[in-house]
């Protein structure tokens, strides 16, 4: 039977006070959590959580926000952890974020009133296609919203507070796990999963509603260094081998019709450059390697090599490196291990009142690494869209469908423990 759902929604007011508050994680510190300030959101969770009865909730000094549900069933019921990331990514300001809500959408475009040339463009957003009626919510337009992930945040404390709040809503023991520094990798770096002491999880941290994803990409960084050869220009004659000139030469040698983010979709794997900087006599480039498959990223690494041995035989004084280092892996290989963890995902979402998509990601979560530390995670839709973005939008529907998936979730496990 499904758990009943006589509650009020308060995810709303939940999700308009977190996204205010800037946690803008940055790739370049090496601190953890990258930013200070990323603390400030977990320091009002914490509050947040023990007001509505979590009385173990804290914040730990690297900024992870863990808490505790406590059991009221007595079955043995797995110990399942729901996880969502408190920062918002680099790519754009999350500074002094001015949420607005369009409601009863009708359709169309929307023209967001902070700067009127950021608009949520219907062609750009096929999602919005199924939003009628709904009340939409978005940024003023001069800095991303932070639904990415403070949906995830926001949903996950609301069924925390219809659990803690419905005793006669039975489940095991649900752990809250809140990460900093997802968006730059970092998400699960100091995670203490002995203190979780969870055996499944989920991430609240995709797209749209019904959607749950037991794939991402897998995925390496490489690093390229050039040594060229420095001569004065006035004599440099037959004897300069400008860095700068062979890295530009090597990004200019990539695939231009496949193999990019900007040309591939679905399962489409890409090579692709992040950054470029250097002197005449050293360069650096790095790239990210994404692939679906081992021996995709395998397929990527040995056609970055290609390029970069075959551009460097024009240049016989110069030399180079690349590294590459492994990011994360394809959480599907550890997911299907533990078919229970999907089809309980699918029910709740069924429950919840939508019909169940089960996808992939061309991405990473913090559950791909999660998985492959041992604690198995999909990722079940938070209802964002256009993340990293200024024209980032999510439904408040889509936020209460959430809340009801993760609260019909912990009944389900209990059912069927």
Known sequence: MAAPMTFKHTVTERFLRY????????????????????????????????????????????????ATIPANSFKQVPVICLCSHMDTSPDCSGANVRPQIV??????????????????????NPALAGQIGHDIVT??????????????????????????????IKHGTIKILF?????IGRGVDKVDLKKLGATFAYTIDGETAGHIEDETFSADGAVLTIEGVSAHPGFAKGKME???????????????DTCSPETTDGREGFLHPTGISGTLERATLSFIVR???????KEKAALLEKIVREVMAD??????????????RNMKQ???????IIDNAMEAIRRAGLEPVKGSIRGGTDGSRLSFMGLPCPNIFAGEHAFHSRTEWVSVQDMEAAVRTIVHLAAIWEERA
């Not at 550890?334 to 229970?340: G, L, N, R, S, T």
């Open 19 to 66: 996204v205010v508050i800037d946690t803008q994680s940055d790739p370049i510190s090496l601190t953890c959590p990258s930013t200070e300030k990323q603390k400030n959101l977990g320091r009002l969770l914490v509050q947040e959580l023990r007001e509505i009865g979590a009385a173990d909730a804290h914040l730990d000094q690297y900024g992870y926000v863990y």
């Open 103 to 124: 409601r009863n959408y009708r359709g169309g475009d929307i023209r967001l009133c902070g700067d009127p040339s950021q608009v949520i463009r219907l062609a750009d």
């Open 139 to 168: 940024s003023d337009g001069t800095t991303l919203l932070g639904a990415d992930n403070k949906a995830g945040v926001a949903e996950i404390m609301d069924a925390a507070q219809v659990l803690l709040a419905n005793p006669q």
């Open 179 to 183: 990460t900093p520094d997802e968006e």
């Open 242 to 256: 400008h860095a700068i000139k062979i890295a530009s030469r090597i990004v200019d040698r990539l695939p231009k």
């Open 291 to 297: 692939d679906f498959t081992d021996a995709g990223l």
């Open 315 to 328: 240049f016989p004084h110069s030399t180079y490196q690349l590294n590459i280092q492994p990011q994360y």
């Open 334 to 340: 550890i997911v299907d291990c533990h078919p229970a």
